[in-house]
């Protein structure tokens, strides 16, 4: 697929543009702490490429106009118990992990559901455009600590910037403005106003340490500016384990502020619980009457196998009864396949041994590092053939994305890298809602993810791929071999 703009450039103006690119980036908190140089003072530019990548427009605007009905499918599987025990009733016994978060759950559940029952679900639904099928597919939907919004958000006027220097005007009209930050702040502005009590607090629930700090403290600056009453605070799990108190009325409190709204941008790893404290104060938050970011139940939603009992033919319909917006959410669907002790899940074993290659194998893990893929797959099923830890993992068929060129711009690289790369396009959306009734369901911006075309994961936060922004063409422009 040919780069927005013909490649390779001159290199007196590669330069140019790298310097004027980089010193955007640092001067619009498109940046990172360093983890292998952490300084709490300190911000490097985030891995970006230097051009806006080619992405289908009808393609691009079909997964806009899905985001709403995405929110509401998945805000309705997050409400389903039924449904969520049968998908995870394999995963709970083997996955020690979403075992604890099914514990939680059920805990809730067994004392009558959830003393708030507003949610409010910060989400992204992650496509590659698949040449085999010339369509977008979906490769995971993301419930948890969405990230990314904020500083994609500002990339893209970094890359209009870069574009415009280069002597290319007339192709701004055709990268996209990016409202996710303005979008995603507003969603738990909402949510505040919802709670109704002006001295209450958002908590941003963080990380020990966090690297992706501009990503977070941006939509703090935003929450401010877009409603200056708010007061947001920062605090980690095992804080709130220590500090944290439930009072008589289920009201969170921690250090002197009541808690309207909890955003998680931590919670989705089993090393951020490191003790018992840490699994207390998540149950206390999912007891309180806070408005969690995601609640318990949406987090279970977004599960690898829930995304693929999803798949499975008549449980779309399950959820939604407009035809055209069911056969749209099936179009979306790649290939996944159970690995249970069953007879399904043995065939898609013998699929994966047979054909590595063709597959992608994905536990129950979010934030990235955790698939197996190609011919790691292999010996990988067979360590785990006969043990109940098979039933942990889904199956997922490989998306053929098309290839295109542009340069790497990484900190602490002088020159800036020509590579073969391929995109993911995350679309980001909102909702507010019970399980009677849906209260906001918006669409509110996107991301492009680039990474190298021979690498297997692309996570920036792991240092592993590059922000982008996309830049639309006609589909015939793309996979043309």
């Keep these: ?86 998908s995870l009733k394999h995963a709970i016994k083997v996955d020690d992990f979403t075992g604890r978060l099914w514990y939680i759950y059920e ?38 600590a969405s990230s990314f919004g904020c500083v994609t958000s500002k990339l893209v006027q970094a890359h209009k910037y870069v574009v415009a220097e280069a002597g290319r005007g007339d192709l701004l009209k055709d990268i996209p403005d990016n409202g996710a930050l303005e979008g995603l702040s507003g969603g738990l502005i909402e949510a505040w106003k ?34 200056p009453e708010v007061y947001v605070i920062r605090k980690t799990l095992t804080e709130l384990g220590n500090r944290a108190e439930m009072k008589e009325d289920k009201c969170l409190w921690i250090d002197g502020h009541e808690v309207a709204v909890v955003y998680m941008r931590c919670g989705y790893h089993p090393d951020q619980y490191p003790t018992e404290k840490e699994w207390e104060a998540r149950l206390m938050m999912e007891r309180s009457l806070a408005i969690k970011s995601p609640s318990i139940s949406y987090h279970l939603a977004g599960t690898k196998k829930v995304q693929q009992e999803l798949a499975k033919p008549g449980q779309v319909e399950r959820f939604l009864g407009d035809k055209a917006q069911i056969e749209s959410v099936r179009d979306i ?24 290659e063709k597959f992608v194998l994905k536990p129950q893990r979010e934030g990235g590092g955790n698939n197996v893929y190609g011919a790691d797959i292999k010996p990988f099923l067979e360590k785990i053939k006969d043990s109940e830890e098979r039933n942990a993992y ?12 542009n340069y790497m711009v990484r900190p602490g690289q002088a020159k800036a890298k020509l590579v073969d790369v391929i995109s993911e396009l995350g679309i980001f959306g909102y909702v507010i809602g019970d399980k009677h009734s849906i209260h906001t369901n918006k669409y509110v911006g996107q991301m492009l993810r680039t990474k190298l075309s021979h690498v297997d994961e692309g996570g920036v936060a792991a240092g592993l791929g590059a922000l982008d922004s996309v830049y639309l063409v006609d589909a015939g422009r793309c996979c043309l071999t």
């Design 333 to 356: 669907f790649t290939g996944l396949y159970s690995l249970d002790h069953d007879e399904v899940g043995n065939k898609s074993y013998e699929a994966a041994i047979r054909s590595p």
């Design 1 to 86: 697929m040919d780069p927005c703009i013909p490649l390779p450039i001159p290199n007196e103006q590669l330069e140019d543009l790298v310097e004027k690119a980089k010193d955007y980036a640092l001067m619009h908190g498109i940046c990172m702490r360093q983890k292998d140089k952490f300084d709490r003072d300190a911000l490097h530019f985030a891995p970006f490429v230097l051009f806006p990548t080619p992405f289908p427009r009808d393609e691009y605007n079909k997964a806009v106009e899905l985001q709403p009905i995405l929110n509401e499918l998945m805000h309705k599987v997050a409400h389903d118990y039924d449904f969520l025990k049968e």
């Design 107 to 144: 805990t809730i559940m067994s004392e009558g559901g959830p003393t708030q029952e507003l949610d409010v679900g910060l989400f992204r639904s992650d496509y590659f455009y698949c040449c085999g099928s010339k369509g977008i597919k979906q490769v995971e939907f993301n419930t948890i």
């Design 394 to 405: 889904i199956l997922m068929d490989r998306i053929q994305p098309p290839i295109t060129t």
């Design 194 to 227: 919802i709670y109704d009590k002006p001295q209450s607090a958002i908590l941003f629930l963080v990380e020990d340490v966090t690297y992706n700090i501009c990503d977070q403290k941006f939509h703090e600056f935003e929450i401010r500016r877009q409603c």
